[in-house]
């Protein structure tokens, strides 16, 4: 079992930079991969970014690349979503997740474990 809980969210300029954290408490941190998701109104979630387990692949969605960088510290059981060049479009709820399987997962339902949500609100 894991628990996240993410923090980091708020309002920001278009253009702005937002640094997301997402804490794990429970086991085995370091043996899962996370993934960041966001969800706007009305829209399906959306993959962001996702890490390995040793935080030495990453993998992003087609509108952040270039714009977002996921971390982790597994002596801190912590991953990070740093985003930077920030659109109004990427205003959503930010959502952690945890996957205990090796093979990369792009889709919600191959996630584990998922943490509230935090909102990042992105002005024009």
């Known amino acids: 079992q894991v628990q996240l809980v993410e923090s980091g969210g708020g309002l920001v300029q278009a253009g702005g930079s937002l640094r997301l954290s997402c804490a794990a408490s429970?086991?085995?941190?370091?043996?899962?991969?996370m993934g960041w998701f966001r969800q706007a109104p009305g829209k399906e979630r959306e993959f962001v970014a996702r890490i390995s387990w040793s935080g030495a692949t990453t993998y992003y969605g087609d509108s952040v690349k270039g714009r977002f960088t996921i971390s982790r510290d597994n002596a801190k059981n912590t991953v990070y979503l740093q985003m930077n060049s920030l659109k109004p479009e990427d205003t959503a709820v930010y959502y952690c997740?945890?996957?205990?399987?090796?093979?990369?997962?792009?889709?919600?339902?191959?996630?584990?474990?998922w943490g509230q949500g935090t909102q990042v609100t992105v002005s024009s």
């Open positions: 429970g086991r085995s941190f370091s043996t899962y991969a």
């Open positions: 997740a945890a996957d205990r399987n090796l093979v990369v997962a792009t889709t919600p339902d191959k996630y584990d474990y």
